[in-house]
Structure formats: structure tokens, C-alpha cells
């Protein structure tokens, strides 16, 4: 793919990473405070262009799915996916991250059922960025709009259908708030055939 994203605060290039290729990231918004991005420019896999994204800042990439990831404190791997070849509590104790991976993937699982069912049509076809705080227990306490997806409607439909939403206790100690960016899909129906395929 190619990659015109200039130098500038870390934050602002991610997203511009991630309108770019349709990757997902999750992160706790901490970790950006203060971060800046060389930038990245040519042709490359999205993969080694977020790796070069990266370099510098203090963080790398952890990879929780084909197109999803989480950032860590720590240098960046050789291989910009440092899961291949690791399963199970060898691939956990090779990449400690700022969101664990299982918790990760509850997380992400039930966001993706809740907006589907709520939003059907909509869902992975715009962009998004929120940020939300957990109870212990797993239930979403609150939910912030960061950047609007354009429709105000459909912030508030998005913001309703997350706030009080159970998505599993979080790993003791995880710092918040956590910073969730949507964005769109390449195949926005087969995300959501799952789910809304339960309620029919």
C-alpha cells in the first residue's frame, strides 16, 4: 500500500494509518500523551509501515487479529507479528501489552455484537473514535465521544448502545480510559452476520 503520513503526534498518525489500511487499534489513551510519529512514506505492507510508524516512540505493536491491534511499551520486534509461531501462555509471556490479548478480544467481540444489533446497516461503514471506562466487574461505567462519525445521530445510537454494556472484567490493574477508534470495514455484512443472525 501506499503511505504519505508526515511527521506528527502519534495519535493523529495512527488514525491516518488506520483510514489508510482499515486496521483497528486498541489502546489505552494514556500511552499517546506526549508521543510523536516520524511519519511513513512509500509503498509497503501495512504491517511494516506501522512498524516504521512506530519506531522511536516507545512503542510497539501487538498484533490480537488479522487487522487489529494494541500498543505496548517496549521496542518493536523484528517480525511485525510477534504472535507467529506462539500460542497460549508462551505467546502471552513473549508480548505483555497494555491490554492483554484475551481481554482484547472479549472486548472487541462484544462491541462488534452490540453495534451490529443496534446499528445493522451502518456498522463498519463509518468512522469513530470513543473512549470508555470499565467497572470491575466488566460493565462499561462510561462511554466519551473523541471524534464524531459525521451523524450525530448515530454518535448517540453508539454511545447508548455501549454505556452499561458487559463486556467481561478487565486484568487487574488495566489503566483507563481505554481508547477505542471504528473504522470501516472491507466487509462490514460478514462482521455482523453472526451476531445478527441470533436475533433472527
Known sequence: MQFEILPQNLESALALFSETTGYSVLIGGELLVGRRSAGVTGNLAPRQALQ?????????????????????????????????????????????????????????RAITRALCLAQP????????????????????????LLQ????PARDRQVLASLRGLEVGAPPAGQAQPLTI???????????????TGEVR
Not at 446497516?121 to 466519551?144: K, T
Not at 464524531?148 to 451523524?151: D, M, R
Not at 471504528?182 to 455482523?192: K, Q, S, Y
Open 52 to 108: 516504521n510508524l512506530l519506531q522511536g516512540t516507545g512503542l510497539s505493536a501487538r498484533f490480537i487479529g488479522e487487522k487489529a491491534f494494541t500498543l505496548s511499551v517496549g521496542a518493536a520486534s523484528e517480525d511485525p507479528s510477534p504472535m507467529a509461531g506462539a500460542t497460549g501462555d508462551e505467546a502471552r509471556s513473549r508480548t505483555p501489552s497494555a491490554i492483554s490479548q484475551d481481554f482484547s478480544f472479549k472486548l472487541q
Open 148 to 151: 464524531s462519525s459525521g451523524v
Open 181 to 195: 477508534l471504528l473504522t470501516p470495514r472491507p466487509a462490514p455484512d460478514a462482521d455482523c452476520l453472526y451476531f
Open 121 to 144: 446497516e451502518a456498522f463498519g461503514r463509518y468512522r469513530l473514535g470513543l473512549q470508555l471506562w470499565l467497572e470491575s466487574a466488566g460493565r462499561i461505567s462510561d462511554v466519551r
